[in-house]
């Protein structure tokens, strides 16, 4: 009995650790090199001119990446231009959901005229060593010197079911602290959104 308590009690162990893994604000952020819909590969080193990077796991098929689609695209209108583009990287596995397949990727950056690059984690390295729970999941990125370290995790704003209901706008206002040479106020929100489909 006391083995059993004793196993019960390392696995709740593991999987509040596993919950607490990936990247926390101010960390390093590692290399990654995922493909590209363009069929090219995009790796965090090919932005060595930007400011910052909004890296935005996010994926076709969740109701929630839907509804912030169009959100993340002006994302990337709206900021690129300031040196913060956009990086959308789908995780899930596409055999468990197979509209998030990477043949299904291409069509939908297609269709959506994504402006930004839509890589598919297929190996879900990148997911994992961010930490990444949810679609959409976002990671804002400073870079410093030579390297990037998060600055912001969390939810874009705080209306997933409306832009126009928001009144809470996390990503933009953590941007605008970073551009002013600020420190950023909210630092961490909740995701809300689809659980990444792990392998």
């Excluded at 929630?64 to 959100?71: C, D, G, P, Q, V």
């Excluded at 706008?169 to 489909?197: H, M, R, W």
Aim: net charge negative; proline share 5%; charged share 25%.
């Amino acid at each position: 009995m006391k083995s059993v308590f004793l196993s019960l009690f390392f696995l709740s162990f593991i999987g509040v650790f596993s919950a607490h893994a990936g990247y926390e604000v101010g960390d390093v952020v590692g290399e990654f090199d995922l493909l590209n819909v363009d069929g090219k590969n995009v790796s965090l080193s090919d932005y060595d001119q930007e400011k910052g990077l909004i890296v935005v796991f996010t994926c076709n098929h969740c109701p929630y990446a839907k509804l912030y689609e169009e959100r993340i695209i002006e994302l990337h209108k709206t900021y690129a231009s300031q040196g913060y583009p956009v990086v959308a990287i789908n995780p899930n596995d596409p055999e468990k959901v197979p509209e998030d397949s990477y043949g299904n990727m291409k069509k939908r950056a297609k269709s959506k005229d994504y402006p930004f690059p839509y890589l598919f984690d297929e190996a879900q390295d990148v997911a994992k060593n961010f930490g990444a729970t949810r679609t959409p999941h976002v990671f804002l990125l400073e870079r410093t010197t030579v390297q990037y370290k998060v600055a912001y995790i969390g939810a874009i704003d705080n209306n997933p079911q409306s832009a126009e209901s928001a009144d809470k706008f996390y990503v933009s206002d953590a941007i605008g602290e970073l551009a002013n040479n600020q420190p950023v106020k909210v630092t961490e929100t909740k995701a809300v959104g689809c659980t990444i489909k792990w392998k």
